[in-house]
Nanobody, 122 residues
Framework: QVRLVESGGGSVQPGDSLRISCEVS??????MAWFRQAPGKEREFVAA????????YYADSVKGRFAIVRDATENTVYLHMNMLRLEDTAVYYC?????????????????WGQGTQVTVSS
């Protein structure tokens, strides 16, 4: 089973940028995605990238501000977050699946890592 380790979270101000990382334990051709869960809210999809890196898909709430990028040489997937807003505050998690899809229901995934906390506050 693939092991995913999220890192890079922190505390920033509105309008700032932050990059978080997800290290993948093996080089299987997984598509990858980021999810997040804000306090008191359901976990939600944020962004996904195909194994090749050529296909990406974003939630409307982050489109134009966030960029998901995979680095095959480092076996790592990054989420570049720009123009951060207060409502981006959440614990961010990554996930993997073998098939590329623009559908990433939270219910498809039974096991989650510890995530990385991103806090946006003024």
């Amino acid at each position: 089973q693939v092991r995913l380790v999220e890192s890079g979270g922190g505390s920033v101000q509105p309008g700032d940028s932050l990059r978080i990382s997800c290290e993948v334990s093996d080089r299987t051709a997984y598509s990858m995605a980021w999810f997040r869960q804000a306090p008191g809210k359901e976990r939600e999809f944020v962004a996904a990238v195909s194994w090749s890196g050529l296909d990406t898909y974003y939630a409307d709430s982050v489109k134009g501000r966030f960029a998901i990028v995979r680095d095959a040489t480092e076996n790592t997937v990054y989420l570049h977050m720009n123009m951060l807003r207060l409502e981006d505050t959440a614990v961010y998690y990554c996930q993997s699946r073998l098939q590329w899809s623009t559908m990433w229901p939270v219910s498809d995934f039974k096991s989650w890592g510890q995530g990385t906390q991103v806090t946006v506050s003024s």
